[in-house]
């Protein structure tokens, strides 16, 4: 699979506990957002999004918050559980382009 | 109904050669985009095929790079010739809508070049 890269950020949670991962964003004219996951040896995989017009949006376990002021994303997950480990990434989207611009992305690791 | 498809998912070059990534979308999708990811760093957007035309390519890093898509189905994307820090990792997604809306990403083609 893939690696991930020797610096990226890591996050370590304990199973069944909350987690949250943050992402700053750069563009203040972004108006849309993503968050993918990405298992090793595996293509990015879609979360969760959320529009500028909402500060939080749930789906299943997950939740979005947005703080447009501050320009930071972040990605909480709930009762987390091994299958969530992976690398996550964030990303945005300005109103008339098509291409997405990616944070970093921070590994998440399930402690059993 | 099948996902995107990227083949080869490895290729290893020496330096100066050439190298072809193939990309296969969702069927329908007129939307393409080529990403990289390369020393670990983030997913970078290279470029955007709106069915067999480019819409975008400002991201590609130079010349060497030459992105095709004849007949607005398959991609490919070729370096010619390949250099060192072409080494990463390329992603394709395609997306049935242009602009904000999900799009869904293949497997990723892991290039080396030594």
């Known amino acids: 699979g893939e690696s991930v890269g020797l610096h990226l950020p890591t996050l370590s949670v304990q199973e069944g506990d909350n987690s949250i991962i943050n992402c700053a964003y750069s563009?203040?004219?972004?108006?849309?957002f993503i968050w993918y996951k990405q298992e090793s040896g595996k293509g990015p995989q879609f979360i969760i999004d959320?529009?500028?017009?909402?500060d939080k949006r749930q789906g299943q376990r997950v939740t979005v918050l947005l703080n447009k002021t501050v320009k930071h994303l972040s990605l909480q997950i709930a009762a987390t559980q091994p299958g969530d480990s992976a690398v996550y990434f964030c990303?945005?989207?300005?109103?008339?382009?098509?291409?997405?611009?990616f944070g970093t992305g921070t590994r998440l690791k399930v402690l059993a | 109904e099948a996902g995107v498809t990227q083949f080869p998912s490895h290729s290893v070059i020496e330096k100066g050669q050439t190298v072809t990534l193939r990309c296969d979308p969702i069927?329908?999708?007129?939307?393409l985009y080529w990403y990289r990811r390369v020393m670990g760093k983030e997913i970078k957007f290279l470029l955007h095929?709106?069915?067999?035309?480019?819409?975008?390519e400002s991201g590609m890093p130079n010349n060497r790079f030459l992105a095709e898509r004849t007949g607005g189905t398959y991609s490919t994307l070729k370096v010619q010739p390949a250099e060192l820090e072409d080494s990463g990792v390329y992603f394709c997604?395609?997306?049935?809508?242009?602009?904000?809306?999900?799009?869904?990403f293949g497997p990723g083609t892991r290039l080396t070049v030594t």
């Open positions: 997604a395609s997306s049935l809508l242009g602009g904000a809306g999900e799009q869904y």
């Open positions: 563009n203040s004219a972004s108006d849309y």
């Open positions: 959320i529009r500028s017009n909402m």
């Open positions: 990303a945005e989207n300005q109103a008339g382009t098509y291409k997405y611009i």
């Open positions: 069927s329908g999708h007129d939307n």
């Open positions: 095929f709106v069915k067999e035309s480019k819409q975008d």
